[in-house]
């Protein structure tokens, strides 16, 4: 019964993103589409019919808000990205599934594993995937690229991580039973991962504690950004509500997340709006860069473990088992340089015990891994191209008056950037953030279009 309440609820967000398209103006309901959606629907619930991408807590959102935002747009309000640089690499990242099919027409087994050939077929199927996956960074860019759409999608992570708060709080108490309690079902091997200092991380409806954690320093980033701001919300000041924010992602114990909230943090709040860009765009870089170095090993991870270990041996071998299943699946993704391996479970890698048995022996973290093994290093270099896009744009601008809203939301998009090395956490919210810097170009007032109009449950002091 309860999964027919997942499935009903997934069927009829349509609806719901109809009824905000009506409402709200195209930029606020795109945010409240995709961000709403990813706090409420259920996870690993999807309905997977023949030749198309599963339609999921994901699909599902971005196809609503992409087919709505297009209609209900007012003349002007949707402005398709003027970048030649930007559309090559949209375009070229939507059609690269067709090379990564071309290239894995082989039907190979392991054991009492098979794994099929790709083809026409599965390269069309994930073409429109990446099409669905690149819509709410095309629906960033073309009706959020402003002061006024980057301060909407700031206080909307606010709003939707104090909506948050008490369940989340409620299940580091009792234990993550949400989803359970909702849809009628949970993962018990991911439960089990949420078990932390005598305690729990809670999960809610996004699939694990460490998701959560990231929205929800995602979140005190951007109300640290609108205290710098003075604003209030609902006539609380905003630093109150960083403070109250900082406490839950405290309370989730996420070590990574709270270590790259004290790395960022700062930065926004006491350096020069130049320097701070130079940095950022720094710290893009490096993530461009990392996996190349991770290759060709010239990072020194096992001093990191040994030093990591001296301070949490739990952590040091959690750290370590991570590295190793990276090396195994790097040297699997190595027989397919170009473009990948692609579905089907192909880039995992598969053996054969003493036994008899089959075994999938990785665990797949990072997006990084997982983009380079799926689609190659063509796929890598196109997809966080287009994530990283914005660092470039935003530096390229260092010497204008960036407004605190935007140089906010370049902290949280940074952070969500940083998250992406050990975790896979890119999720609809990501790619609208960065569509909305990608094209941000600061007039005279400071924005791209018109004056900006406060929202009404937000006051200045």
């Known amino acids: 019964?309860?999964?027919?309440?997942?499935?009903?609820?997934?069927?009829?967000?349509?609806?719901?993103?109809?009824?905000?398209?009506?409402?709200?103006?195209?930029?606020?309901?795109?945010?409240?589409?995709?961000?709403?959606?990813?706090?409420?629907?259920?996870?690993?619930?999807a309905f997977d019919f023949p030749g198309v991408p599963a339609l999921d807590k994901t699909t599902i959102p971005n196809l609503a808000a992409l087919v709505l935002a297009m209609a209900t747009a007012r003349r002007g309000e949707f402005r398709w990205p003027r970048s030649k640089v930007l559309n090559l690499l949209m375009a070229a990242f939507v059609i690269t599934p067709f090379g990564t099919a071309f290239t894995n027409g082989e039907f190979y087994a392991i054991g009492s594993m098979s794994f099929p050939g790709l083809g026409f077929r599965e390269g069309l199927s994930m073409v429109v995937g990446h099409v669905?996956?690149?819509?709410?960074?095309?629906?960033?860019?073309?009706?959020?690229?402003?002061?006024?759409?980057?301060?909407?999608?700031?206080?909307?992570?606010?709003?939707?991580?104090?909506?948050?708060?008490?369940?989340?709080?409620?299940?580091?108490?009792?234990?993550?039973?949400?989803?359970?309690?909702v849809y009628g079902f949970s993962d018990a091997g991911y439960f089990l991962q949420q078990m932390r200092f005598g305690g729990f991380r809670s999960m809610m409806f996004l699939g694990h504690g460490l998701l959560v954690s990231a929205f929800c320093a995602m979140a005190l980033l951007a109300a640290i950004g609108l205290a710098r701001m003075r604003l209030k919300l609902f006539g609380v000041?905003?630093?109150?509500?960083?403070?109250?924010?900082?406490?839950?992602?405290?309370?989730?114990?996420?070590?990574?997340?709270?270590?790259?909230?004290?790395?960022?943090?700062?930065?926004?709040?006491?350096?020069?709006?130049?320097?701070?860009?130079?940095?950022?765009?720094?710290?893009?870089?490096?993530?461009?860069?990392?996996?190349?170095?991770?290759?060709?090993?010239?990072?020194?991870?096992?001093?990191?473990?040994?030093?990591?270990?001296?301070?949490?041996?739990e952590r040091a071998e959690s750290f370590d088992f991570r590295v190793r299943n990276e090396e195994m699946l790097l040297t699997r993704a190595e027989q397919k340089p170009l473009f990948g391996w692609g579905t089907f479970g192909r880039n995992r890698v598969i053996v054969v015990t003493h036994w008899g048995g089959t075994l999938d022996v990785t665990v797949t973290d990072g997006t990084w891994v997982i983009v380079i093994g799926t689609l190659g290093w063509v796929g890598y270099v196109l997809?966080?191209?287009?994530?990283?896009?914005?660092?470039?744009?935003?530096?390229?601008?260092?010497?204008?008056?960036?407004?605190m809203a935007s140089l906010t939301?370049?902290?949280?998009?940074?952070?969500?950037?940083?998250?992406?090395?050990?975790?896979?956490?890119?999720?609809?919210?990501?790619?609208?953030?960065?569509?909305?810097?990608?094209?941000?170009?600061?007039?005279?007032?400071?924005?791209m279009e018109g004056p900006v109009r406060r929202p009404s449950v937000v006051s200045k002091h």
């Open 409 to 447: 939301l370049v902290a949280v998009h940074m952070f969500n950037i940083l998250d992406l090395i050990p975790n896979s956490s890119v999720r609809p919210i990501t790619w609208l953030v960065a569509g909305a810097l990608a094209t941000f170009v600061v007039g005279k007032r400071g924005a």
């Open 1 to 45: 019964m309860q999964t027919l309440i997942a499935q009903g609820v997934l069927i009829l967000w349509p609806l719901v993103a109809l009824f905000l398209y009506s409402t709200m103006s195209a930029g606020r309901a795109t945010i409240w589409t995709l961000l709403a959606g990813y706090l409420l629907l259920p996870e690993g619930v």
């Open 237 to 313: 000041p905003m630093s109150m509500i960083a403070v109250y924010l900082a406490a839950i992602l405290i309370l989730n114990k996420s070590v990574g997340a709270v270590m790259l909230v004290l790395l960022l943090a700062p930065l926004l709040l006491f350096v020069r709006a130049r320097f701070y860009l130079t940095i950022v765009a720094g710290l893009a870089l490096m993530v461009v860069i990392y996996p190349a170095l991770r290759g060709a090993d010239l990072l020194p991870l096992q001093k990191i473990v040994e030093t990591v270990q001296t301070v949490s041996p």
């Open 132 to 181: 669905l996956t690149l819509s709410p960074f095309v629906l960033g860019a073309a009706l959020l690229a402003n002061e006024q759409g980057h301060r909407q999608i700031l206080l909307a992570l606010v709003i939707g991580a104090l909506a948050y708060s008490i369940p989340i709080l409620l299940e580091i108490r009792l234990s993550p039973f949400f989803q359970l309690w």
């Open 383 to 403: 997809y966080f191209g287009l994530l990283l896009y914005p660092f470039g744009r935003v530096f390229r601008l260092r010497r204008a008056a960036l407004p």
